[in-house]
């Protein structure tokens, strides 16, 4: 997970301009926010005995040229929700640790592949 967030972050801030306007960006702040959402979930399910969920945060709309750091701190984030989760006692009806893995792995590397066309 690390390794393809990483890569992908590494190429977001190596893109020119043009083609950050032209797209790419916005699919990047996309999966920012989709992994930030999966990382926010994993993290309140692991606190759940605590009163009262806080709110889901959104990943902001910060420019173009720092996409590249949300797509790694949000992926980075979802990894060691990953790694908690996979430590922690789970219910019978939770999706495997891996199975999310596997799913986030496709997404980041789905954006990347729609970013840089």
């Not at 690390?2 to 990047?28: H, I, K, N, Y």
């Not at 806080?54 to 060691?80: H, K, N, S, Y």
């Not at 019978?92 to 729609?114: G, N, T």
Request: hydrophobic share 55%; charged share 25%.
């Amino acid at each position: 997970m690390t390794l393809v967030v990483e890569r992908f972050a590494d190429r977001l801030r190596a893109t020119p301009q043009s083609r950050l306007q032209r797209g790419a960006a916005a699919e990047a702040l996309e999966l920012a926010r989709e992994l930030a959402v999966r990382a926010q979930r994993l993290e309140s399910a692991a606190s759940a005995a605590e009163a009262g969920a806080a709110p889901a945060r959104v990943v902001p709309d910060a420019g173009i040229f720092v996409v590249g750091d949300q797509v790694a701190v949000a992926g980075l984030d979802l990894a060691e929700a990953l790694r908690a989760t996979a430590a922690a006692p789970a219910p019978d009806d939770a999706k495997a640790p891996s199975a999310m893995l596997d799913e986030a792995v496709r997404l980041v590397e789905q954006a990347e592949i729609r970013a840089m066309r």
